[in-house]
């Protein structure tokens, strides 16, 4: 009887661990010939973007960049076993590897992977949408987009893709059934406008579907807008300001939007309405040392946020107002870390932009603030 | 992708700044001289006049012989200076500038001996590559003074007043200060037969690795943790020879000779080291001067060449990069200009005095960045030096001027009026001033590649005007001055997204700028001299949209500077202290730099001799959290010790 309690005991035990087994401190990222260099004297290095969960692997996209922000060789989609390290490479490049090229965001429908190629930013080529079966592990659909349609953020909906553009306050869509474009497709099907006050540049930074809303950031020269849209039709159903830049926006765990602005520094909070309205509001301003937002995801109870400037990742509880950075921690100089993944409430996965591996922060990484 | 914009573009600013090279010139001119004369005596006690070419202008002199005995940068000679804002990318030999009146620092002049200099491409002076040791005075203007010194004096001018022999001797100074910290200066002067000569040379060697300390969790914990600057040593070599020959009873000619190369690491932000870019850089400019005196005329012919050049290695967009990789090709970069000047000075009646001045030149680009790029510059000045009854001068200017494709009218106009004749209240001056002019795109804006960083050689320039108005005291014992100013400037030129990532300047901004100046002096019993200096700065974003109303990011709402030194036969010492407010670190007021106090003290006494031993200390707090732009920190407490000797 003592045995079989010591058993259950151990093997409950192995059980929790298996649950909770931490990230690696550090997850380096495939480097190298592996990331099938254009010139081998003048090779890429990985430039992880934005990260999607999905089957108990974090997906990251992989810029795959020279030191001058040029295109090294084809986009990449990593899988990650945050405690293990990295188990697949995708290549989204394609046959002749230039169809995609900077990948930088990635979403999930809970079945298949999305990656937006931005493409090399001093020519017309790589820009595409590409469809990745985690399963597989191949890119069986790329749609290829064109020289001006440079894509930022994306979300997946019931029955398109849409993307946001970095050249204009604009939404284009993708069609998941045929994997051709839709909206933006021609005169008759022409991209969503959103109406976003500027003068010399607009761009959409970031989409997200939330129920049955679709929500898009528009950063302009003069000011930063979240939209709220039909997904299906992309017609703008509220809209509110908010602040300078913003970067990225998720969904709250109480069911609002977070977003954060890197030109001023700030958090807001967007809460939709009856109607189809929102109504935004701001919850924090950084300290001064906290530099150049990035991202911004949720776990079950908080918000973590990422700053590239400063190396840091803040976990804030957005059920106080204002909201209140509960723990904070650093990655490293020279990371500048760009999204990151929640594993739980306590762990983190981020991508580091500059140094080029992830990090995995867990609570003794978290340094709490004062009550 | 957009969202790396953000980051890309603060990283830009990272960037290593370019070079400048140094400039020389030629002597100054008769009628400047006779003008510099009749001009009051500026705010530091028993210094010489303000700017002969901008008279009646708010301005301040610096003599380096008040700091004898004192490790000084030219930045660190400005620091007394009200209107004037410094930034520093570190330590000693780390890049530095200056701008006054809350304008940036391509929006303020640096004038060797009257001749502007330049960053590459024409952008800020880099003042770390200026020797001290090798100058005079500083004299600082304030304000819209295009039509007294041409196109980029929108915030003011800095005019460096480089030495001169002055009788027979030499001269040498040795310090070795924290860090590695050393500097060897020496010069010899010469006189005779109708000729001066002076030959100078400053060495500067720091190993700049100084400790600093920084918050890692800045939003949860106040707690700082310690670490060490990497890769800012520098070295830097620099030399001046002026040389001047009598040719008759009323010409004279001087030729101007200086020279430098430096070589240094380029260390970044602190969040983001750049332990393998270095910088090196050479420049040196000739010039000759003519001038003579022909009746009641003067008149002077100059003619000057500059040469600059720079190298950066291992440097990128963002990061470092290891020299001599495919992905990592040396950037050079240089530029060259060639300049001719003629004025004539001349009385009109018994209360005019008229200088006209003609000068014409080109400047030259060539660098893997930008290409070989070229434009020519003229201009045309009318100065008046009126003298009305009552004891009121007038200074009217105007000035036509021509910067490769763009014209612009500079004109400007200063007044100083002193009410009383004689009596106690003789030293009481009034003053004000107007002027507009421009400054024009620089050719790295125009033409700079730089991958991320687009140029626009579509771009306008920039425009401003300004009015001031102020009163001083100008006593035996004490000096006092007091100023307001207004500005506005438009078609500012600012580094906008260019989608979809890269960047490009556009003239988009507007801005207007106010403050108040404040300074005073006064002579002490016992050889002390007690003085301190206020500035007031509100600069505020007239740009539209979200950054409407916000302050200008970098501009330090208050800034106070105070010292007590004293200056004797046996015994010379000082103890200052500087404190600059916390700035706005973005553009719209929800980062801060924070508040600054500095100070420092030293203490040297002559020994035997001419021999003088000093001992220097700086940030006497060892406060190791200062930083300045773009979060590149600056030093905690610095010991130095200096010997001098003149034979």
Sequence with gaps: MQRTAVLLFALAAACGRAEHTPPLNKIPLPKGAALKPYDAANPGTPHPYNMAQLGGKVFVALGNLRPDYSVGGPGFLVGVVPSQGFTDVIDLGGADGRQCQNSGAVRTDGTMLYVTCSGDFSSSSGRALVEVDPATANAPRTRTLAGDEAPSGLAVTANKVWMGLSSSASLISVDRTTFALADGADAAHQAIQLECPHKIYAYVADLLTVGSDLYALCSSDQAGVIFRLDPSTGAVRGQADIGATPTALAATPDGRLAVVCSGDNTLWLATPGQGGTLTARLAHTYASGTSTLQGVRSSDRYIFTTASGSNTVQKIDVSVSPAKVVAEATTGAGTAPWDLAPLSDDEVVVSDSLSDDLTGLTAVDFKTAPQ | ?647
Excluded at chain 2, 147 to 161: D, I, K, T, W, Y
């Design chain 2, 1 to 647: 992708m957009p969202r790396a914009f953000a980051a890309l573009r603060r990283s830009i600013r990272f960037a290593p700044p370019s070079v400048i090279a140094l400039a020389l010139a030629a002597l100054p001119t008769r009628a400047e001289e006779t003008r510099r004369e009749a001009a009051p005596i500026d705010i530091v006690v028993q210094a010489p006049a303000g700017s002969a070419r901008a008279p009646a202008a708010e301005s301040t002199v610096v003599e380096t012989s008040a700091f004898a005995g004192e490790v000084r940068s030219v930045a660190d000679l400005l620091g007394s200076s009200p209107g004037v804002s410094l930034h520093a990318l570190g330590g000693p030999g780390q890049t530095a500038t200056v701008s006054l009146r809350g304008a940036t620092a391509d929006q303020s002049l640096v004038l060797l001996d009257g001749i502007p200099l330049h960053g590459p491409g024409g952008g800020a002076v880099d003042l770390s590559t200026l020797p001290a040791t090798l100058l005079d005075r500083v004299v600082v203007s304030r304000g819209v003074l295009g039509a007294q010194f041409g196109a980029g004096a929108l915030g003011g001018v800095v005019e460096l007043v480089p030495r001169t022999a002055k009788a027979r001797g030499a001269g040498a100074q040795l310090s070795v200060g924290s860090y590695g910290t050393a500097q060897l200066s020496g010069d010899i002067e010469l006189a005779g037969g109708g000729a001066s000569a002076l030959a100078a040379a400053e060495l500067d060697t720091t190993q700049g690795d100084f400790p600093y300390s920084r918050q890692l969790t800045p939003e949860v914990s106040p707690d700082y943790s310690d670490f060490t600057r990497e890769n800012a040593d520098a070295r830097r070599g620099s030399a001046l020879v002026r040389w001047s020959q009598q040719l008759g009873a009323e010409t004279e000619l001087a030729v101007l000779l200086q020279a430098g190369a430096g070589v240094h690491g380029l260390p970044g932000p602190y969040t983001t080291p750049t332990q393998r870019s270095r910088a090196l850089d050479q420049g040196g400019l000739l010039g000759a001067r003519l001038r003579g005196e022909a009746g009641s005329a003067a008149w002077t012919v100059r003619a000057w060449a500059r040469i600059d050049r720079i190298e950066l290695r291992g440097v990128q967009v963002v990061e470092d990069c290891a020299d001599g990789d495919p992905s990592c090709p040396r950037l050079s970069q240089r530029s060259t200009a060639a300049h001719g000047e003629a004025e004539l000075g001349f009385p009109l009646g018994d209360v005019q005095r008229l200088r006209i001045t003609a000068a014409g030149g080109e400047e030259w680009i060539a660098g893997t960045s930008t290409g070989p790029r070229r434009r020519g510059v003229a201009s045309v000045a009318l100065m008046d030096d009126v003298t009305l009854p009552g004891r009121v001068s007038m200074h009217p200017a105007l000035r036509a001027e021509v910067v490769g494709a763009q014209v612009a009218l500079s004109p400007g106009i200063a007044a100083a009026w002193r009410p009383f004749g004689e009596g106690p209240l003789v030293p009481f001056e009034l003053r004000a001033g107007a002027g507009l002019s421009f400054r024009p795109p620089t050719l790295t804006e125009l033409y700079l590649d730089q991958g991320i960083v687009l140029p626009n050689p579509d771009l306008e320039p920039e425009h401003a005007w300004s009015a001031d108005a102020g009163v001083r005291w100008h006593g035996q014992v004490v000096t006092i001055s007091a100023a307001a100013f207004y500005s506005r400037y438009r078609q500012l030129i600012s580094y906008e997204l260019s989608p979809p990532i890269r960047v490009k300047p556009l003239n988009v901004a507007r801005a207007r700028i106010a403050g108040l100046e404040l300074q005073a002096a006064v002579a002490l019993p016992q050889a002390f001299v007690a003085e301190a200096s206020y500035t007031y700065l509100d600069a505020v974003s007239l740009r539209e949209g979200n950054q409407d109303g916000h302050h200008l990011s970098y501009r330090p709402p208050h800034r106070l500077f105070a010292r007590l030194s004293r200056r004797g036969d046996r015994v010379e010492g000082y103890g200052e202290a500087s404190f600059v407010s916390s700035m706005p670190r973005d553009r719209f007021d929800s980062a801060k730099l924070p508040a600054q106090l500095t100070f420092n003290a030293g203490l040297g006494a002559r020994v035997v001799g001419t021999l003088w031993l000093d001992l220097e200390a700086k940030n006497l707090l060892d406060d190791r959290t200062h930083e300045d732009l773009f979060q590149y920190p600056l030093p905690g407490f610095t010991l130095a010790a200096l010997a001098r000797a003149r034979f």
